[in-house]
Nanobody
Framework: QVQLVESGGGLVQAGGSLRLSCAVSGRTLSSYAMGWFRQAPGKEREFVAA????????YIADSVKGRFTISRDNTKNTVYLQMNSLKPGDTAVYYC????????????????WGQGTQVTVSS
């Protein structure tokens, strides 16, 4: 069983930066495609970013492209989401996800989810 634990969320002013971390336990990180979704109040879960098992390919949502970067350190069993130039519209609960097959743009295709970490961006 894979467990995902997010950290690094918090309150930041618009224009600021945060780095989210997702620690993976139970299995080797290199066995999984990894990603991040977010959900704002009253909205559906939204794809943010994903990275393939090897880390050779990344996928970034248009809404955050140029501001967010996803990376992974398989030696530390950790995935990161670097968020720069944050906007109030980025306020949401951010979820780390994992899947042993491949990445997907859709939330329902991911096998494992973390508990989420709150990111709040003030104007």
């Amino acid at each position: 069983q894979v467990q995902l634990v997010e950290s690094g969320g918090g309150l930041v002013q618009a224009g600021g930066s945060l780095r989210l971390s997702c620690a993976v336990s139970g299995r080797t990180l290199s066995s999984y495609a990894m990603g991040w979704f977010r959900q704002a109040p009253g909205k559906e879960r939204e794809f943010v970013a994903a990275i393939t098992r090897s880390g050779s390919n990344t996928y970034i949502a248009d809404s955050v492209k140029g501001r967010f970067t996803i990376s992974r350190d398989n030696t530390k069993n950790t995935v990161y989401l670097q968020m720069n130039s944050l906007k109030p519209g980025d306020t949401a609960v951010y979820y780390c996800v994992a899947d042993p097959v491949s990445f997907s743009w859709g939330a329902t295709s991911w096998s494992y989810w973390g508990q989420g970490t709150q990111v709040t961006v003030s104007s």
